[in-house]
């Protein structure tokens, strides 16, 4: 079997689903559902979002240079489609979709109560990369939901069964393979019983 060559284009895939809570600081909020979010840096720690400009969320996140990453979950991922469908300017995404506002602590953008982890943003650089702008953001802080730590106080996102995005459609996270470095971790002896 070969493979194909095709047009320059985005297969870089899965990615992540986040629903991107944003305000218009005069008492206006929105959720955006966006799958180009990504890590970009340690520390300082940043993340970055890619938005078209004709997007409703785009104008507010750029106006008040913040906004709230808010990661989804199997029983969030109608809500996140919902969100990604949907224009802030005509419906309130937080009612229609059933999802709470919970204040954060650092930003003005509201977060997403239902989300298992919240991640608060401040703009750093905006860069127009063609049909998306991408917003490079320093992380000023990070709310993690206490129902996902796992019996050593540990938080465990795979308990709350994460989503992904691949070529139109949404896909669970499905089983742990491996964990990082296991693919060089030596086998423990075993110490045998005399």
Request: with cysteine.
């Amino acid at each position: 079997m070969s493979k194909q060559s095709w047009k320059p284009g985005n297969m870089l895939y899965p990615l992540p689903v986040v629903m991107v809570s944003c305000t218009d600081g005069k008492g206006k909020d929105n959720i955006i559902t966006v799958a180009w979010a990504g890590t970009v840096c340690t520390n300082p720690p940043m993340v970055s979002v890619s938005i078209r400009p004709e997007r409703y969320s785009y104008h507010m996140i750029k106006e008040t240079g913040e906004f709230c990453i808010n990661l989804t979950t199997e029983k969030l991922a109608f809500a996140a489609d919902y969100c990604g469908v949907k224009s802030g300017k005509d419906t309130d995404k937080f009612k229609e979709a059933g999802l709470t506002r919970e204040k954060a602590e650092i930003i003005k953008a509201p977060m997403i109560k239902e989300s298992p982890v919240s991640i608060e943003c401040r703009v750093k650089e905006v860069l127009d990369l063609g049909s998306h702008h991408m917003f490079l953001a320093q992380v000023e802080a990070v709310h993690a939901d206490e129902a996902y730590l796992d019996e050593t106080n540990r938080f465990d996102l795979n308990l709350a069964k994460p989503v992904v995005y691949s070529h139109g459609e949404y896909l669970g996270t499905g089983r742990k393979i491996g964990t990082f470095g296991y693919s060089v971790k030596k086998a423990k002896k075993k110490v045998r019983k005399r």
